[in-house]
């Protein structure tokens, strides 16, 4: 009687831990509002889409960081200065510089701490932006494109012949 209860337990064990496993893969990295109110409304569309203003030119920490930066205010007041500067929306960038505060963007992608995602590895193998922020010049307002997931992450590094050893990602 005590064998049977001891494979019992075995079972049931290996169905949690297969069911624990199972559920890891397709939760979602980021439970975050896919497309917050920002504190400015910044049409990506506008910059990156109509003036064709480059990801990296903001997002500049991309390269050789593991986040790719947001723009200081100083940055877009520097070719605000110039540009539409009657405009509600640079005013508020204007407000923000002369009260020497940042932008209190709100984030729209981020994985967990214990999940290692380095911008300046994936633009040095060569993937665009667009390949996890999807069609950003076409966004008015920035939306998660994809479901940041596990499984989405391996699918692309399979798909990229990059590694799948849980070390490149986890910590």
């Known amino acids: 009687m005590k064998l049977s209860w001891l494979i019992g337990g075995l079972i ?4 949690a831990l297969i069911a624990v496993l199972a559920f890891m893969y397709i939760l979602p990295l980021d439970l975050r509002d896919r497309s917050p109110i920002q504190p400015i409304a910044f049409s990506h569309k506008l910059h990156a889409g109509d003036n064709h203003i480059p990801c990296l030119f903001c997002h500049r920490y991309a390269p050789k960081s593991t986040v790719a930066g947001i723009p200081a205010v100083s940055d877009c007041r520097a070719c605000h200065l110039f540009i539409s500067q009657s405009a509600p929306e640079i005013k508020k960038v204007m407000d923000y510089w002369e009260k020497k505060e940042p932008i209190p963007w709100m984030r729209v992608y981020g994985v967990p701490d214990h999940v290692y995602f380095p911008h300046m590895m994936h633009i040095r193998a060569g993937l665009v932006c667009t390949t ?14 994809v479901k ?17 050893d849980c070390w490149t990602c986890h910590k």
Do not use: P, Q
């Open 148 to 164: 940041l997931d596990m499984g989405w992450c391996l699918n692309c590094h399979k798909e990229h012949k990059a590694s799948i």
């Open 12 to 15: 049931a064990a290996a169905a």
């Open 132 to 145: 996890c922020h999807g069609e950003v010049v076409a966004m008015e307002r920035i939306t998660r494109s």
